[in-house]
């Protein structure tokens, strides 16, 4: 697969998100968002994502590492207070989540070898 | 949701609910963020592919509630792109 059809694809799949995410909010608020609208707001959304990779790449090589990591994106989302604290409080959740699910795979495996 | 707009009045559950549609997307992703990678001796962890998808969701939620609202504003029934235009600015300084 090309570069430029994986992009497409992507473009697509993205557009679909953003137009399910629309029709709900508009249900809600018993509004209608134009295609127009729709489409717009998933090229910026599209665009947006490019920036926030390329600022990614830069944080991550910064601190001399070859992956991203959650401390990244914290980074990323400094500029706002609410978003910074929001995507705070998700990355706590997610390692909790890893730390539990850790403990019940070793639970399991030791409950196993009891057997 | 978050209050990056001091007058949105975004109901607080909104950022937690999960659209399903997203998590079908979530496996493409990690393939749009790394996309984007200039150079793509770059990976990306599971744990940072998750907070770009809840960053993504959150600016795309904030996109089309601030149109809303616009379009509340104008009292117009259907949200067209010029409310959109109206509240991009703000949008891109914000995040």
Same mark, same amino acid.
Request: hydrophobic residues 35%.
């Given at each position: 697969?090309?570069?430029? =059809?994986?992009?497409?694809?992507?473009?697509?799949?993205?557009?679909?998100?953003?137009?399910?995410m629309?029709? /709900?909010?508009? +249900?809600?608020?018993?509004? +209608?968002?134009?295609?127009?609208?729709?489409?717009?707001?998933?090229?910026?959304?599209?665009?947006?994502?490019?920036?926030?990779?390329?600022?990614l =790449?830069?944080?991550?090589?910064?601190?001399?590492?070859?992956?991203?990591?959650? /401390?990244?994106?914290k980074?990323?989302?400094?500029?706002s207070?609410?978003?910074?604290?929001?995507?705070?409080?998700?990355?706590? +959740?997610?390692?909790?989540?890893?730390?539990d699910?850790?403990?019940?795979?070793?639970?399991?495996? =030791?409950? /196993?070898?009891?057997? | 949701?978050?209050?990056?707009?001091?007058?949105?009045? #975004?109901?607080?559950?909104? %950022?937690?609910? !999960?659209?399903?549609?997203?998590? !079908?997307? @979530?496996?493409?992703?990690? $393939?749009?963020?790394?996309l $984007? @990678?200039?150079?793509? *001796? !770059? #990976?990306?962890?599971?744990?940072? #592919?998750?907070?770009?998808?809840?960053?993504?969701?959150? @600016?795309?939620?904030?996109?089309?509630l601030?149109?809303?609202?616009?379009?509340? %504003?104008?009292? *117009?029934?259907?949200?067209?792109?010029?409310? @959109?235009?109206?509240?991009?600015?703000?949008?891109?300084?914000?995040?």
């Amino acid at each position: 697969v090309s570069d430029d =059809e994986q992009q497409g694809g992507l473009k697509a799949a993205v557009h679909y998100t953003v137009g399910c995410m629309c029709r /709900e909010l508009g +249900e809600e608020h018993r509004r +209608e968002f134009s295609r127009q609208t729709v489409a717009a707001i998933a090229e910026t959304a599209f665009r947006e994502c490019d920036i926030f990779a390329k600022d990614l =790449e830069a944080f991550a090589r910064h601190a001399k590492r070859s992956t991203v990591s959650a /401390e990244d994106v914290k980074l990323l989302a400094r500029r706002s207070a609410a978003l910074y604290k929001h995507i705070q409080n998700k990355s706590e +959740e997610l390692a909790r989540e890893q730390r539990d699910s850790r403990k019940r795979k070793s639970r399991d495996t =030791e409950e /196993e070898s009891r057997e | 949701m978050l209050s990056l707009q001091q007058d949105s009045t #975004t109901p607080p559950d909104v %950022a937690q609910q !999960v659209s399903a549609n997203f998590d !079908v997307e @979530f496996q493409n992703k990690s $393939h749009l963020i790394s996309l $984007h @990678f200039i150079q793509l *001796c !770059v #990976t990306v962890s599971g744990d940072a #592919t998750l907070l770009m998808r809840e960053m993504l969701k959150i @600016f795309v939620k904030e996109a089309a509630l601030r149109s809303l609202r616009q379009a509340e %504003a104008e009292d *117009c029934n259907q949200v067209e792109i010029e409310h @959109f235009e109206k509240i991009l600015p703000q949008l891109l300084l914000d995040f």
